[in-house]
């Protein structure tokens, strides 16, 4: 397993250290979880849970019904 250093500001600092103790978790499985869901290749499962969350969204046949009709083309 890697071993990182890093320097924080003292007002960052002290921001994450309250952030990691509100999610009941160490500073450093804070940190690492924080890094792991920036490299992750695919969607948070919050963002996923969103899918269909919109009912009044209107549907691809809804926008495209209001499309008007295309111009005549000049004959070249």
């Known amino acids: ?3 990182v250093t890093i320097y924080l500001e003292e007002d960052v600092e ?3 250290v309250n952030a ?4 009941h978790l160490s500073k450093s499985k804070w940190i690492a979880r924080l ?7 695919e969607w948070p499962q919050s963002v996923v849970e969103l ?5 009044d969204f209107p549907s691809i ?13 000049e004959t070249l």
Do not use: C
Not at 35 to 40: N, Y
């Open 61 to 73: 046949d809804d926008i495209r019904s209001n499309e008007g009709s295309d111009a005549k083309r």
């Open 14 to 16: 002290r921001k994450m």
């Open 20 to 23: 990691a103790k509100s999610a």
């Open 1 to 3: 397993m890697g071993q």
């Open 35 to 41: 890094i792991s869901e920036k490299v992750a290749n």
């Open 51 to 55: 899918a269909g969350a919109w009912e």
